[in-house]
């Protein structure tokens, strides 16, 4: 265990306070909190020497007292009149209104029904949520960076309706109030990295790390895109996913994401125009839009109306292309009406051909045409970039499986019960079923040793022969994931062998047991039953009296 000594300010006061690397960022902030003599609705901030920003935890660099840390308490206790303000209800009121409710059905000698129980048991969530927020990074919220999802997947299958107005507009006004909030450098560098980890965030820090995209790429300025027009824009695309197990909002951003990602790991507007790069950051953030949570085999064999309108032709990638530049048509949310005629005619062909690549059955395909240019692989002949951006985007959609296994499996979950879904319904209406998809034939690892072998490798194994930069970052996880699921196949082969030899020896003892029951007859003619050790035949012996 190591122990990190730690030198700061607080108030003016030198202090110096001692934890161990296996502390938890909360016993961390804990420690410092009491230094400030700070209560728990109270914001730290920690700055280092430089003046920045850093976040409290057991990550935590050591320093000497000539390189002292900064503590700032910078905010005072929170009132419940603040607190009602902020979250537009007041949280007090409603704890003193169901604790009335309980006593009335206490009273009236009613036990309480268990939404009750669940209500109070939610409200005490939220309560030592309020009074736990620390100020670390930005927003008021504290993300650890370094740590594994502390959120589960949104998803229940029991509550897949699509997005309400009511929480469409709250997380509208969260993202207005969240943008007048900068965000740090460090969370930005976070931003970038392939291991980014979505659990930690709710729909509208997502928006708001959406908008940031464009602000570090510069798009603002290079395409003259308006900030409110930007904001109107994000909102929309984030109504149109719908609250589905998988292809959500929260799928968008993690495609976008690792796009970004792969923008400044294999330094993209170093190699492509800028409007390429638009192109690519835009068909990611609209690749699934309103997207049912049925894929293209079940539209075509259901002959929906999507199947029937693109006549059986990648239904679902059409229609997602088709809302995007709906979206687009209306002007105050068109983040692209100040580029010239030419400009987004390039552009939206772009996306199109992004956007339809995402279709699985053109995979082979599409990676069999960019291996064959890959040894005279030029920037600058449209085939080979168009190509490449094809590719971009499938490692993008796909590449769950390159972040760390605690980020990555949720959302296989996720996938899974999608699948599921399907598969069920398909099953009602007497349609074909895919075996990758029926609950009844799938684990987790055969879900994803063949797909990681046969899909996911080639085609992030040839993106790495053009860009061997993303090999440690993209590749090697991806090998990682292969040989975790490999291990877990094995384990639950071994499990299930192991219950066929025990279910086998039980049934042998019964056997056994069975044979060396007496068999009463009358009393004239009475048979004992032998067994004998070597043969294993019966030897049938008659004891007349």
Request: aromatic share 10%.
């Amino acid at each position: 265990m190591t122990k990190k000594l730690v030198y700061f300010t607080v108030d003016g006061h030198s202090e110096q306070a001692e934890f161990s690397t296996e502390d938890t960022p909360e016993n961390v902030r804990e420690l410092f909190r009491a230094a400030a003599e700070a209560d728990g609705s109270d914001i730290l901030k920690l700055y280092n020497v430089n003046g920045n920003l850093i976040n409290i935890s057991q990550r935590l660099a050591a320093n000497t007292p000539d390189s002292r840390y900064s503590l700032e308490v910078v905010a005072a206790h929170y009132t419940g009149a603040t607190v009602a303000a902020e979250l537009g209800f007041d949280v007090m009121a409603l704890e003193r209104r169901l604790e009335e409710l309980e006593k009335r059905i206490v009273g009236q000698q009613f036990e309480a029904p268990d939404v009750v129980h669940d209500m109070a048991h939610k409200l005490d969530v939220i309560r030592d949520k309020l009074e736990n927020i620390n100020h670390l990074s930005w927003l008021g919220l504290y993300k650890d960076l370094s740590s594994g999802p502390t959120l589960q997947p949104f998803w229940s299958k029991f509550n897949l309706t699509p997005k309400s107005v009511e929480k469409c507009r709250q997380v509208f006004e969260r993202v207005n109030r969240l943008c007048q909030v900068p965000i740090t450098k460090e969370v930005r560098d976070y931003l970038k990295k392939p291991s980014f980890d979505n659990w930690q965030w709710d729909d509208a820090e997502m928006i708001v790390l959406l908008r940031q995209m464009f602000i570090d790429l510069g798009f603002m300025t290079k395409f003259n895109i308006e900030m409110p027009v930007l904001l109107e824009w994000l909102f929309e695309i984030y109504r149109h996913y719908n609250d589905v197990p998988f292809h959500n909002f929260k799928h968008c951003f993690m495609v976008a994401q690792m796009m970004y990602g792969l923008t400044w790991l294999i330094d993209l507007p170093k190699k492509m125009e800028d409007l390429d790069v638009l192109t690519l950051l835009v068909s990611a953030i609209c690749h699934d839009l309103d997207h049912p949570g049925y894929n293209n085999a079940y539209q075509i064999n259901a002959r929906t109306e999507l199947a029937l309108r693109y006549n059986d032709i990648s239904p679902l990638e059409n229609h997602h292309s088709s809302i995007a530049f709906e979206i687009l048509e209306n002007n105050n949310c068109n983040i692209l009406r100040n580029l010239e005629s030419e400009s987004f005619k390039r552009l939206r062909d772009g996306m199109i051909r992004c956007i339809l690549a995402t279709d699985m059955a053109k995979h082979h395909e599409i990676l069999k045409n960019f291996k064959s240019v890959i040894s005279m692989f030029d920037f600058s002949t449209k085939e080979h970039k168009d190509l490449c951006m094809q590719i971009l985007i499938k490692v993008s959609d796909i590449s769950n499986e390159a972040r760390p296994i605690n980020v990555a499996v949720p959302w296989l979950e996720c996938l899974l019960q999608e699948f599921f879904n399907q598969s069920d319904l398909e099953k009602l209406e007497g349609l074909p079923v895919a075996p990758f998809m029926d609950r009844e034939k799938v684990t987790k690892p055969s879900s994803q040793i063949g797909f990681i072998k046969f899909v996911l490798l080639p085609l992030f194994e040839a993106l790495g022969e053009l860009f061997p930069v993303i090999v440690d970052e993209i590749i090697t996880p991806v090998q990682k994931a292969l040989e975790y699921y490999t291990d877990m196949q094995q384990a639950l082969e071994q499990e299930k062998k192991k219950k066929e030899e025990e279910r086998d020896q039980a049934a042998a003892s019964e056997g056994q047991a069975d044979a060396f029951k007496v068999v009463k007859l009358p009393e004239k003619h009475k048979f004992k039953v032998h067994t004998l050790s070597r043969s294993n035949h019966t030897r049938v012996s008659s004891a007349k009296q």
